[in-house]
């Protein structure tokens, strides 16, 4: 791809059905699963990116033997019985937050000494609640720099179980990894968090995800907080799993439709979908496109001018910069409320997209917890990603409208969508 890459206005409404990979989220998850369990699992569908390559890597580096077929978009993994075969690693997590939260606390399950870093910008994420969750409940896990972020160490001698109490502020992955490691502990595992979860849907994820894999979970929730039990040791079997399209990359698709008045359907994701962002079509149904979903597929129906929305975002977050790119071509201003978390993502992502959408000549008020967008005409300009593959797709969009947009660093997008522009491309000219 050229870099900076153009973005070419559309002469036609963006219109199809969007070629998606699988979800990102529930292929780490699954991934996990299989590995813990005992025989061979098929994942079909799988999402082959940059994120879920470094948990194969990770789990080969373990000793599992995980084979990629890119072509029929398929893994097979050789589970580990819930004895992690390798007594000693060093493990590279790249800027993946699940492989970093989710294989922090399942390394404890098993023996041996493993080394956890990852990049710049990972080394900067936290990881602190997690590990001294961990540390809380007997585990060895130590910080080789920074107190509360990578790189860090874990001697681990299995994980022993018992209650815990962890904070889930900064990020619900440390909730979902204690939750994928608690079945192969010792004993029934407890954890007890706020009745406040950032971005919740994905801890729901986790749950269903291992219900449907047969692991036993019970929830307590009231108003103090909720509490987890998970009755251990499990044993997993072996399964072929189907993975739904990712939701978070289906955003932009809607997206698109909604701002050029066209017609995007997409299978595989309805009203029985794992992930929450798919409910970011009611935001877009809010903004004034039409919206049909049923147990098989949404379909969003554009040609209505938009108006301005204010939405608690917490739970589908992943999308808050999709909302943001289509918020200057509303008819009223948007607000963008209870996201601080994702200050802690990729990027900054309150403060980067703010400081785009100025770039474009976009008025933007930015809060602790989100942003105020105001009605503009965008400028053309070269946009920074600040390699955030979520900051390349969503500032794409504005370059379906406005002349002289291009996007700096669009490789980026092979975090979880390796040929997101070429699909993109492919549905502007079917429009």
């Known amino acids: 791809?050229?870099?900076?890459?153009?973005?070419?206005?559309?002469?036609?409404?963006?219109?199809?059905?969007?070629?998606?990979?699988?979800?990102?989220?529930?292929?780490?998850?699954?991934?996990?699963?299989?590995?813990?369990?005992?025989?061979?699992?098929?994942?079909?569908?799988?999402?082959?990116?940059?994120?879920?390559?470094?948990?194969?890597?990770?789990?080969?580096?373990?000793?599992?033997?995980?084979?990629?077929?890119?072509?029929e978009q398929a893994m097979e993994v050789e589970g580990c019985a819930g004895r992690i075969p390798a007594d000693h690693a060093e493990i590279h997590v790249g800027n993946a937050g699940t492989v970093a939260r989710f294989l922090t606390a399942t390394l404890c399950i098993g023996h041996g000494s493993y080394r956890l870093d990852g990049t710049e910008r990972m080394r900067e994420r936290p990881i602190g609640p997690l590990a001294e969750a961990l540390q809380s409940l007997g585990a060895e896990v130590t910080y080789l720099d920074a107190a509360g972020h990578l790189p860090i160490r874990i001697v681990a001698s299995g994980l022993p179980g018992g209650f815990v109490r962890i904070s889930t502020a900064?990020?619900?992955?440390?909730?979902s990894a204690l939750l994928l490691a608690a079945p192969f502990a010792r004993k029934t595992m407890v954890l007890a968090t706020e009745s406040s979860i950032p971005s919740r849907p994905y801890v729901d994820m986790t749950i269903r995800m291992m219900e449907r894999w047969s692991l036993a979970v019970q929830m307590r929730e009231d108003a103090t907080g909720i509490e987890f039990a998970v009755p251990a040791p499990q044993t997993l079997m072996a399964r072929s799993y189907t993975i739904e399209p990712d939701a978070s990359a289906a955003s932009y698709f809607m997206a698109a439709a909604a701002l050029t008045g066209g017609t995007v359907r997409i299978p595989g994701?309805?009203?029985?979908?794992l992930q929450g962002d798919v409910q970011f079509a009611d935001v877009l149904r809010a903004m004034g496109a039409e919206v049909v979903m049923d147990d098989e597929a949404v379909t969003v129906y554009g040609g209505a001018p938009l108006r301005g929305v204010d939405v608690d975002m917490n739970g589908i977050s992943d999308t808050v910069m999709t909302l943001a790119a289509l918020a200057p071509f509303a008819s009223s201003p948007t607000r963008i409320r209870n996201v601080a978390h994702i200050r802690l993502k990729e990027c900054d992502r309150i403060e980067a997209m703010a400081t785009e959408l100025r770039r474009l000549r976009v008025e933007v008020r930015t809060h602790d917890d989100g942003l105020t967008i105001y009605p503009a005409r965008p400028r053309g300009a070269v946009l920074d990603t600040y390699d955030d593959h979520r900051m390349a797709m969503?500032?794409?969009?504005?370059?379906?409208?406005?002349?002289?947009?291009?996007?700096?660093n669009p490789s980026c997008t092979a975090k979880t969508f390796p040929r997101y522009f070429d699909e993109l491309e492919r549905l502007c000219g079917e429009g």
């Open 394 to 408: 969503s500032l794409s969009l504005i370059g379906l409208r406005v002349p002289g947009v291009a996007i700096r």
């Open 170 to 175: 900064e990020s619900s992955q440390f909730l």
């Open 1 to 71: 791809m050229r870099d900076p890459l153009p973005i070419t206005p559309v002469q036609r409404a963006v219109s199809g059905v969007p070629r998606l990979p699988g979800s990102k989220s529930i292929t780490n998850r699954a991934l996990v699963l299989a590995a813990m369990a005992t025989g061979t699992s098929k994942l079909e569908g799988a999402c082959i990116s940059e994120d879920t390559l470094l948990m194969v890597e990770a789990l080969h580096s373990l000793g599992l033997r995980v084979v990629v077929n890119q072509t």
């Open 269 to 273: 994701l309805g009203m029985q979908s």
